[in-house]
């Protein structure tokens, strides 16, 4: 048998795995021996002890390996060698290895991402989300969904976390809901599951101002996280089929929330639900002006608490008093009735009731002037520059993208006063070109959870006896909620 023949039957042998386990790591393919008798060792070749007795000098001696019992084990460079040293005298030989070319190992830190936020919560938020859109890139995308997949969840728990722990806590444990349907919801709305992991993982999310209790945005803008109970959570999954079967249907036009992810953090044995959904305002252009819209005049005035505030959330009483329209086109608000009409009666149907519009508006004109009092800084502002003190700059009308969800528009050319992405900023309409002021438009359905049980019938029978039966009082019947709430905003267009 010739040497070359030797060597691709010895190269057979160890991919038998008969008594070797082999795997593969980022440099070479590293054998460990599982049989820890020394029978057919696929690098050494084994000789009896006299063999090796009167073979070279006294240097080429000491250069022999150690003998173990009968057999001295050579490596397979040493066995090579001496093969061909003597196979003129010998004759032909069985070499068990091919001579191979051995590395120093090398263990290296591996590189893991900093996950720092002031809350240990949102820490370990941010690492979850980086964790499970990881593992989930290695699961191939099934064809179809399954109803397993709408209660599926997958879980992590992790003990002596001794990395970062100046950021992680120590113990924690991170649940994902429904992760298959969540990232097919991802999909029909455009984000990209890097994108996502970006936003979310790249920088803590933050707090912003006139923002109410549990509510985040994501570092850039794009996302909105916000804090929900478990009884949200068990809603969450008792609609999610249908949610998910009314977003194929309208390919992901709606104006119901974009739901991309639902979470569950444990720290120090106390649970954090967490839903993910898309920002229905923009991530540069600044809201001035906001709207909560039930078509209920019950109730419905923003308190002087809230209206002292940078950014006060006034409702219907304030809508209808400050004499505010929404200026859009004919065509335009025919595709918004035309959304709203259809997400309203999917509502109906699941019996869902309380929900909002959402109206942001974004005075053009005003963040033109705001921009040129930014770009005119006095002699005092340079001496705070200099000094460190000055605040950072907020993203207005011409701010930059950062990476992420937004992150692709770097490449192309900074848009202009009132521009966006229809694509980003899904919830967006302009205004039209004959309205009084240039203005931009953010309107999306919120607080779709609420459905219509024992407490929203007992909340109703309440208001009844205290306004009448005839008030408009905002817990009604799901059906009655539609019919008001569709009449009333089909008045709020000029």
């Known amino acids: 048998m010739t040497i070359l023949a030797c060597a691709e039957h010895c190269l057979a042998w160890r991919h038998q795995g008969e008594s070797h386990t082999i795997w593969e790591t980022n440099t070479h393919v590293q054998p460990i021996l599982t049989n820890p008798k020394p029978r057919s060792m696929p690098t050494a070749i084994k000789l009896p002890q006299s063999c090796g007795s009167g073979m070279g000098s006294e240097k080429e001696k000491q250069r022999q390996p150690r003998e173990t019992g009968c057999y001295s084990f050579l490596t397979a460079s040493q066995a090579g060698s001496r093969m061909m040293a003597s196979h003129s005298s010998t004759g032909p030989m069985v070499m068990l290895a091919p001579k191979t070319k051995t590395k120093k190992k090398h263990f290296v830190q591996q590189k893991v991402k900093v996950f720092r936020a002031s809350d240990p919560v949102l820490s370990v938020f941010m690492w979850g989300v980086n964790h499970s859109i990881n593992d989930l890139n290695q699961v191939p995308v099934p064809v179809m969904l399954l109803p397993d997949d709408f209660k599926a969840n997958t879980k992590i728990k992790v003990n002596n976390h001794l990395f970062n722990k100046e950021n992680l806590p120590g113990h924690f444990k991170f649940k994902e809901y429904c992760p298959q349907v969540f990232r097919n919801l991802r999909e029909r709305f455009g984000i990209e599951d890097l994108d996502y992991q970006v936003s979310l993982t790249r920088s803590p999310p933050v707090k912003g101002e006139g923002q109410g209790e549990g509510l985040f945005t994501s570092y850039d ?45 444990s720290v120090e044995s106390e649970d954090t639900y967490l839903i993910v959904m898309r920002n229905m305002f923009s991530h540069r252009l600044v809201v001035h002006r906001k709207y909560d819209l039930k078509g209920s005049l019950v109730s419905r005035e923003a308190s002087d608490k809230e209206k002292v505030k940078e950014l006060p959330t006034f409702k219907d009483v304030d809508f209808r008093n400050n004499m505010q329209k929404v200026y859009v086109t004919e065509e335009q608000k025919e595709k918004i009735m035309e959304k709203l009409n259809r997400d309203v009666e999917f509502l109906v149907k699941l019996k869902i009731m309380d929900y909002s519009l959402l109206l942001g508006i974004h005075d053009v004109g005003r963040a033109e002037r705001e921009e040129e009092e930014a770009e005119e800084p006095s002699c005092e502002d340079e001496g705070e520059a200099e000094n460190g003190l000055n605040p950072a700059p907020q993203v207005g009308s011409f701010g930059t993208s950062p990476e992420g969800i937004a992150g692709y528009m770097n490449s192309f050319k900074p848009l202009g006063p009132g521009e966006f992405d229809p694509y980003v900023d899904v919830y967006a309409v302009k205004s039209a070109p004959g309205a009084p002021q240039r203005e931009v438009y953010f309107m999306g359905l919120i607080d779709v959870l609420t459905q219509y049980d024992t407490k929203k019938k007992a909340a ?14 905002s817990t009604v019947h799901p059906e009655q909620y539609a019919k008001r709430f569709r009449d009333f905003i089909s008045t709020i267009f000029a």
Not at 460 to 473: F, L, P, R, Y
């Open 221 to 265: 803008r794009t996302l909105v996280i916000k804090q929900i109970s478990s009884e949200d959570v068990a809603d969450m999954h008792s609609i999610l089929s249908e949610y998910h079967q009314h977003i194929v249907k309208c390919h992901g036009s709606t104006l119901l929330p974009q739901f991309l992810g639902m979470y569950r953090v």
């Open 460 to 473: 109703h029978a309440a208001k009844t006896v205290k306004h009448g039966a005839g008030a408009e009082i």
